[in-house]
């Protein structure tokens, strides 16, 4: 039955959806929408997974998903630097400080990977945190792979210039 | 090779998605260049810091949602359209446990098959019988098995096959054929097809592939850590020969 294969092809690629919708809209419940729209929406074209590749597919429909959001509020995609969650402040001085150096490297990167502008924030995220190869990237943004590269090429100089401190002589970590 | 080129192709350099070529060039330029050097291990350093970043996970709001939704459209398609409306306030609570529970049995199977395949690779228990010759390990199984596996050899489309074994799985004695591509090796388990097990599937867990179909009364599961392409080439070739 359909709707049994899609709950098995389907459902475990949802991590993968809502991290991909979290740093693409930088916002929870924005991302719970967009999966959820993506989620129907893959629903009503299951038939139209031709491939094998549920995870690609699915990430593509996310994609399309937010995008058609953000047209529809007539949005452009940002490049510039995006709102701050004060919650992951390492703020806590109870906290060792090891915790707190940890916790403040994750808040940078993070702020960092916000800072990027989308096209190169997207490419990261699906490089670094879902380890996905350049054709299948290349699938879902629907870019040639070249483009991939250079934009992955482009978004880490922009990395290393946001996360090397200015302010000190060291280099990265 | 210059310095320039490296920069310019370092990041598919360290994604490994440099040709063999490209790649052999610019580790042979970074063994006589020290800037080179310094600046892999700076974008080394810089994809584990990347790596850090906070990773997502689907709320679980979401996801119970979502499966609902599946679990909803499965139980309307089942019944008569009246009793569709009823099944929206129902699906809820009691449909939605009876059809999770249904749904639960696949996928244990899925898991099963994926801890074969581990556990031939860790015990060091790969075959029992050792060889690419497909006359020699089909009658191997006879007496060992109430039934003959369909046993090929798949070299010509670059899947060699390596040698089979006796295997269990869930209590049943199953054919497991062994086959390899480059370093990676796929597991075939097979046994009489039972009822109620006819959908084909292709699954993912714990980073391992694994597909499902039945071909005369025959069911099939193929389970390998090598990539989804290379493992949907290899069932179709499996299928057709």
Same mark, same amino acid.
């Given at each position: 039955?359909?709707?049994?294969?899609?709950?098995?092809? &389907?459902?475990?690629?949802?991590?993968?959806?809502?991290?991909?919708?979290?740093?693409?809209?930088?916002?929870?419940?924005?991302?719970?929408?967009?999966?959820?729209?993506?989620?129907? /929406?893959?629903?009503?074209?299951?038939?139209?997974?031709?491939?094998?590749?549920?995870?690609?597919?699915?990430?593509?429909?996310? /994609?399309?998903?937010?995008?058609?959001?953000?047209?529809?509020?007539?949005?452009?995609?940002?490049?510039?630097?995006?709102?701050?969650?004060?919650?992951?402040?390492?703020?806590?001085?109870?906290?060792?400080?090891?915790?707190?150096?940890?916790?403040?490297? &994750?808040?940078?990167?993070?702020?960092?990977?916000?800072?990027?502008? &989308?096209?190169?924030?997207?490419?990261? &995220?699906?490089?670094?945190?879902?380890?996905?190869?350049?054709?299948?990237?290349?699938?879902?943004?629907?870019?040639?792979?070249?483009?991939?590269?250079? /934009?992955?090429?482009?978004?880490?100089?922009?990395?290393?210039?946001?996360?090397?401190?200015?302010?000190?002589?060291?280099?990265?970590? | 090779?210059?310095? $320039?080129?490296?920069?310019?192709?370092?990041?598919?350099?360290?994604? +490994? $998605?440099?040709?063999?070529?490209? %790649?052999?060039?610019?580790?042979?330029?970074?063994?006589?260049?020290? %800037?080179?050097?310094?600046?892999?291990? $700076?974008?080394?350093?810089?994809? +584990?810091?990347?790596?850090?970043?906070?990773?997502?996970?689907?709320?679980?709001?979401?996801?119970?949602?979502?499966?609902?939704?599946?679990?909803?459209?499965?139980?309307?398609?089942?019944?008569?359209?009246?009793?569709?409306?009823?099944?929206?306030?129902?699906?809820?609570?009691?449909?939605?446990?009876?059809?999770?529970?249904?749904? %639960?049995?696949?996928?244990?199977?899925?898991?099963?098959?994926?801890?074969?395949?581990?556990?031939?690779?860790?015990?060091?228990?790969?075959?029992?019988?050792?060889?690419?010759?497909?006359?020699?390990?089909?009658?191997?199984?006879?007496?060992?098995?109430?039934?003959?596996?369909?046993?090929?050899?798949?070299?010509?489309?670059?899947?060699?096959?390596?040698?089979?074994?006796?295997?269990?799985?869930?209590?049943?004695?199953?054919?497991?054929?062994?086959?390899?591509?480059?370093?990676?090796?796929?597991?075939?388990?097979?046994?009489?097809?039972?009822?109620?097990?006819?959908?084909?599937?292709?699954?993912?867990?714990?980073?391992?592939?694994?597909?499902?179909?039945?071909? $005369?009364?025959?069911?099939?599961?193929?389970?390998?850590?090598?990539?989804?392409?290379?493992?949907?080439?290899?069932?179709? %070739?499996?299928?057709?020969?």
């Amino acid at each position: 039955m359909a709707s049994q294969l899609f709950e098995e092809t &389907v459902l475990p690629h949802l991590d993968a959806a809502f991290n991909y919708a979290r740093w693409l809209t930088r916002n929870d419940s924005e991302a719970e929408d967009v999966v959820q729209d993506a989620c129907v /929406r893959a629903m009503r074209f299951f038939s139209s997974l031709r491939d094998n590749n549920a995870r690609a597919w699915l990430l593509t429909i996310v /994609r399309n998903s937010w995008y058609s959001r953000v047209s529809r509020r007539k949005e452009i995609p940002e490049s510039t630097a995006g709102d701050h969650d004060p919650g992951e402040r390492p703020d806590d001085a109870l906290d060792p400080e090891e915790r707190l150096l940890q916790q403040y490297t &994750v808040a940078r990167v993070r702020s960092a990977l916000e800072q990027l502008p &989308v096209d190169f924030r997207e490419v990261i &995220v699906l490089r670094e945190l879902e380890g996905l190869p350049y054709k299948e990237i290349a699938a879902i943004v629907r870019v040639p792979i070249g483009t991939v590269m250079s /934009r992955l090429s482009r978004a880490r100089e922009r990395l290393t210039t946001l996360l090397t401190p200015s302010d000190s002589m060291g280099r990265l970590p | 090779m210059s310095c $320039e080129l490296v920069e310019r192709d370092l990041s598919a350099y360290l994604d +490994r $998605e440099l040709d063999i070529d490209a %790649a052999t060039a610019i580790r042979s330029h970074l063994t006589d260049c020290t %800037a080179c050097r310094r600046l892999v291990a $700076e974008r080394e350093a810089l994809g +584990r810091l990347v790596r850090s970043a906070p990773y997502y996970p689907a709320p679980e709001r979401l996801r119970a949602r979502i499966s609902a939704r599946t679990s909803r459209s499965r139980f309307a398609g089942r019944f008569l359209p009246w009793a569709a409306a009823a099944t929206v306030l129902v699906s809820a609570g009691i449909g939605v446990t009876v059809m999770r529970l249904a749904a %639960a049995a696949r996928p244990a199977m899925v898991d099963q098959v994926v801890d074969g395949h581990v556990r031939s690779l860790m015990a060091d228990h790969l075959f029992d019988v050792q060889s690419t010759d497909q006359h020699t390990v089909k009658p191997w199984f006879l007496g060992k098995v109430d039934f003959a596996p369909p046993v090929v050899d798949l070299s010509s489309s670059g899947f060699p096959l390596v040698g089979g074994r006796l295997d269990y799985l869930s209590g049943q004695p199953v054919a497991a054929l062994v086959y390899q591509r480059q370093k990676h090796t796929i597991n075939v388990f097979v046994s009489p097809e039972k009822s109620g097990d006819a959908a084909d599937l292709v699954r993912s867990a714990r980073g391992f592939h694994v597909h499902h179909w039945d071909r $005369e009364g025959m069911s099939f599961w193929a389970v390998s850590d090598l990539n989804d392409a290379e493992l949907t080439q290899f069932v179709r %070739a499996l299928q057709t020969s």
